[in-house]
Nanobody
Framework: QIHLVESGGRSVRSGGSLRLSCAAS??????????LAWFRRAPGKEREGVAS???????THAESVKGRFTISQDKAARMLYLQMNKLEPEDTAMYYC?????????????????????WGQGTQVTVSS
């Protein structure tokens, strides 16, 4: 099991920026390959994949955030990040990081929630107009 803890969510004005962090307790010996992702769930909506990155630093971003959000990781620090720029009210949601062993199931898309086995508790992002 990979333990995940998100942080960095807060309220921000439209057009602003935030960086979310996720501490990921990945044992590189036990998990030589892995997939990490950010999902979000807005009120009344299903969980939506935002971006993913694997142990080879291959990344994928959802169309709705391309050009605004960037996923990255610091392997030495075992940290996952989501840099969010040009935030819009539609980005308001609880943001979760997720993990799965092996490379990401779909290199072209973030994938489904069922593709991931471990989840953090979430961090709230609220964007006001």
């Amino acid at each position: 099991q990979i333990h995940l803890v998100e942080s960095g969510g807060r309220s921000v004005r439209s057009g602003g920026s935030l960086r979310l962090s996720c501490a990921a307790s990945i044992d590189s010996y036990r998990y030589p390959t892995y997939c990490l992702a950010w999902f979000r769930r807005a009120p009344g909506k299903e969980r939506e994949g935002v971006a993913s990155i694997d142990s080879d630093d291959q990344t994928t971003h959802a169309e709705s955030v391309k050009g605004r959000f960037t996923i990255s990781q610091d392997k030495a620090a075992r940290m996952l990040y989501l840099q969010m720029n040009k935030l819009e009210p539609e980005d308001t949601a609880m943001y979760y990081c997720a993990a799965a062993p092996g490379h990401c199931a779909d290199p072209e898309h973030v994938g489904k929630p069922s593709d991931y086995f471990d989840w953090g508790q979430g961090t709230q992002v609220t964007v006001s107009s």
